[in-house]
């Protein structure tokens, strides 16, 4: 059963305009939710993340929004870049850290 | 500052060979510590977790195995490797304070290639 899930395995944008990216978990019991940028034969890359006591959470091109009630994440990139091509993934974690979940990804195109 | 090494970077192994993965970290203690592998088109798969010297946690039934011999060291081994093992497996540490600034971040190493021939 999948804690964090990114229902769209792939996404393409145009260059300049806005990136959506969503996210949904299913336990209530996550208190930080992260997102990490991810290009092949690397590591992931922290891009931002959000605690549960927060709605919003902003730095520079990338906003993260949550939504406790609906359990549900989404990152905004504006503009998008070509740059930013990637697999995205959504992680959640309880407050210690010893339940650190990714959900599946979300491969995203920005098309010049 | 902190630093996160996993060795070695590639790896070309025949079916039925064992497998060991180093990783380490340095600058911090007591980290919880992961062990994620990336297969083709699939997702980041928690294999094993640590909160401490010799308690691990398995995510996932297979046949890999880790270890927490030292604080900052974690292993993950196999006694024989299956084709199904072969993928991209990322070591990585976090260390939760829940202070003012603390990002919740999980902190990656650079990546174990594993191929299983």
């Known amino acids: 059963d999948q804690q964090v899930k990114q229902n769209s395995p792939s996404l393409s944008v145009q260059e300049g305009r806005i990136s959506i990216l969503n996210c949904d978990y299913t336990?209530?019991?996550?208190?930080?939710f992260l997102w990490y940028k991810k290009y092949p034969a690397e590591g992931p890359t922290f891009l931002i993340s959000?605690?549960?006591?927060?709605d919003k959470n902003e730095d520079g091109r990338f906003t993260v929004f949550l939504n406790k009630s609906a359990k549900h994440l989404s990152l905004h990139i504006v503009p998008s870049q070509p740059g930013d091509s990637a697999v995205y993934f959504c992680?959640?974690?309880?407050?210690?850290?010893?339940?650190?979940?990714f959900g599946p990804g979300t491969r995203l195109s920005v098309l010049p | 500052s902190q630093t996160i090494h996993q060795w070695p970077a590639t790896l070309v192994q025949p079916v039925g060979s064992p497998l060991s993965l180093e990783c380490t970290v340095e600058?911090?203690?007591?980290?919880?510590l992961y062990w994620y592998r990336q297969a083709a088109g699939r997702g980041l798969q928690l294999l094993f977790y640590?909160?401490?010297?010799?308690?691990i946690s398995s995510e996932v039934p297979q046949n890999l195995s880790a270890s927490r011999p030292q604080d900052r060291q974690f292993i993950l081994s196999s006694k024989k490797l299956l084709l199904s093992d072969s993928g991209f497996y990322l070591c990585a540490w976090s260390l939760r304070t829940g202070g003012v600034g603390d990002t919740g971040e999980l902190f990656f190493g650079e990546g174990s290639r594993l191929t299983v021939l």
């Open positions: 959000i605690s549960s006591i927060k």
């Open positions: 336990n209530s019991m996550f208190d930080y």
């Open positions: 640590s909160v401490g010297i010799g308690q």
């Open positions: 992680a959640a974690s309880s407050w210690d850290g010893q339940n650190f979940v």
């Open positions: 600058g911090t203690s007591n980290p919880n």
